[in-house]
């Protein structure tokens, strides 16, 4: 399945803007660290679930992804 136009013009954005991709890792790690250490006080489903339709679940997902893909 090729990427939607929406990811495309998201990776072109942060490929032409490497202090706009790097502040958005950045934040995004912030939130994923503090999420590590104070769970669920970040965010939770209506039941209380941490999942992957979570905004937070998400993140996690696509960190994971971007540290393997940097290493």
């Known amino acids: ?3 939607s136009e929406m990811a ?3 990776a072109k954005t942060l490929s032409d803007d ?3 991709a790097f502040a958005f890792y950045c934040a995004a790690s912030e ?6 250490d104070y769970g669920p006080v970040i965010q939770a489903t ?3 679930d941490y999942d992957d339709t ?3 679940g998400r993140l996690l997902a696509a960190r994971a992804r971007l540290l ?3 290493r």
């Not at 939130?31 to 590590?36: K, L, P």
Request: negative net charge; proline residues 12%; glycine residues 4%.
């Open 68 to 70: 393997s893909a940097l």
């Open 1 to 3: 399945m090729p990427p």
């Open 46 to 48: 209506v039941n209380g």
């Open 31 to 36: 939130i994923v660290d503090d999420f590590e």
């Open 54 to 56: 979570t905004a937070i």
């Open 18 to 20: 490497p202090d706009l």
């Open 8 to 10: 495309l013009q998201i």
